[in-house]
């Protein structure tokens, strides 16, 4: 009865094996710089401060991009603007276009020369997509990673940062592999989906990862952001992020007293504190995301 437990476990565990994650099937983060994943409904300040912190502080120039969010326009009092100047930004341009072939000019791109942190807003990320893909604008805002400043983004700012882009399509916010599939992928081989908990979106991403197998899926909940550096993702903020990895972790000591669902159909959650190595698709166990040991 075990020996047979443990010889279909391990056909199981092979048949869903993920290939060895390599070339541009790795998944990333930026070589340079950070990325600050919001998933949406941002009011944490501690999350604010990190993005300020990333960028080099009050003085460092960041570049707000409402775009997804559909208004006719915007001027420099767009709300998240506004908020990071609260919090001590002193240099918060909010840079708006639908144009791509404004997008393309020099003069557009002026306030990211030097930025150190763009922000992307939330609304619908298509809108980013049919703006910026393929412009001046795209080369400018991954120019930030690369002198070593952060992109941030929250709810259609946070999918825009994976390679595929989740609920793209122009029609709703609910069809998961839409008319725009392709995210600005500074988090290189990976799904990101937002609001995940209030919403109820947990089964959502199986429809992309049942096509793409290879793509990690990450959904965070509101006000909870993960912290990228290379490939160390930290989370941050009020509630939870959900990772599908075909793996499981626990805060708690695994058994064979537990039942997990087949790898292809699970996902896990991790909170404020606890570490992710994007590399390995593993936790990074450390002091904190060990169980207080309370046997209940
Ligand atoms: C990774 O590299 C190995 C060895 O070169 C190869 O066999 C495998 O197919 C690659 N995996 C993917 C997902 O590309
Ligand atoms: C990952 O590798 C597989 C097998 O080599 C390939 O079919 C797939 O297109 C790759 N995906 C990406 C995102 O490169
Ligand atoms: C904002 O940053 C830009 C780029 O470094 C700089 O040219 C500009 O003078 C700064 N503005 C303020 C108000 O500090």
Known sequence: MLFSTIVSALLTATAFALPTPNGTNTTVGPENGHLVIVGGNLQNDIIWKRIIDLAGGPDAPIVVIPTA?????????FSSAVTLRNLGAKNVTVLHTYDPEVADTDDFIAPLAEAKGIFFGGGRQWRLVDAYAGTKSEQAFKSVLDRGGVISGSSAGASIIGSFLVRGDTANNQIMIGDHTVGFGYLKNTAIDQHVLVRNRHFDLFDILKVHPDLLGVAIDEDT??????????VIGSTYALFYDRGFWSREELSELKHLPPPETRFYFL????????????????????GDNDEL
């Open 271 to 290: 909170k404020s504190g606890d570490k992710y190595d994007l590399g390995t698709r593993k936790v990074v166990e450390t002091v904190s995301s060990v």
């Open 225 to 234: 952001a993960l912290v990228v550096r290379g490939n160390e993702v930290e």
């Open 69 to 77: 969010g559909g208004d006719p326009t915007y001027d420099q009092s």
